[in-house]
């Protein structure tokens, strides 16, 4: 079956205090973006990428490409307000009977994750990658805070992957200021989410220090 890859990327970097969204910023030679999309294509070359962007950096993403010489196979769709209408726009796009959706700023996604997404997808509707807490967590109720059973919580990354009708059916609906991800729109719409294990490496770089740590981890794996 075909696979399809929408890769989002709709930050603007805020937490940075950059001038160009989080996505652009050089990770070892090459925007963190650019990372995302070979990793897809390293794992497998036929695979059909989708690129979310908001339009009004479409200019910018060509220059990049232009200054970086960057020919990873691709389409670049606009974004919208938020995540969910990204998504929904990308969909539009795509032709896989199999789709993973992907957070442009997580670079470091390893290919026995995907391999293990891939796979899982073969008796599974919907599945997503996760690794376990190590810290200590607690649940929040106005100003009060109260413990949770850790081993009850999960940690979830991307790509979260679908058979393509059954995402794409789910991104008819309405939005809701509840959607976090991708696997909450599907589960609103009464799909069960399987859980396959993730790769603590695959961080997503929201910070000066995420982007720090991923130097490193680039590094370590050399």
């Known amino acids: 079956m075909k696979l399809s890859v929408i890769i989002t990327a709709g930050g603007m970097g805020k937490r940075f205090s950059s001038e160009v969204p989080k996505q652009f910023l050089a990770l070892e030679g090459i925007p963190v973006l650019m990372h995302s999309i070979n990793a897809f294509n390293r ?13 009004e950096w479409f200019d ?21 307000k938020e995540r969910y209408h990204s998504i929904k726009n990308a969909l539009s796009s795509c032709s896989g009977d199999l789709v993973m959706i992907h957070d442009g700023v997580r670079p470091l996604v390893d290919e026995n994750t995907l391999d293990r997404c891939l796979n899982a997808l073969q008796n599974n509707k919907a599945v997503v990658p996760y690794i376990k807490l190590k810290d200590s967590i ?32 789910a991104y008819q609906g309405e939005y809701q200021d509840f959607y976090t991800d991708d696997a909450s729109v599907a589960e609103k719409n009464g799909i069960e989410i399987h859980l396959v294990e993730g790769n603590e490496e695959n961080i997503k770089i929201t910070t000066p220090v995420d982007l720090k740590v991923a130097h490193l981890l680039i590094k370590k794996a050399e």
């Open 43 to 55: 794992w497998n070359p036929n695979t059909e990428i989708v690129l979310t962007l908001p339009e």
């Open 60 to 80: 910018y993403w060509k220059e990049l490409i232009d200054k970086y010489n960057f020919r990873t196979p691709h389409s670049v769709v606009g974004g919208g």
């Open 138 to 169: 607690r649940s929040l109720n106005g100003n009060k805070s109260i413990s949770v059973v850790r081993k009850n919580f999960v940690s979830v990354q991307t790509p979260q992957c679908f058979e393509f009708n059954v995402i794409n059916d």
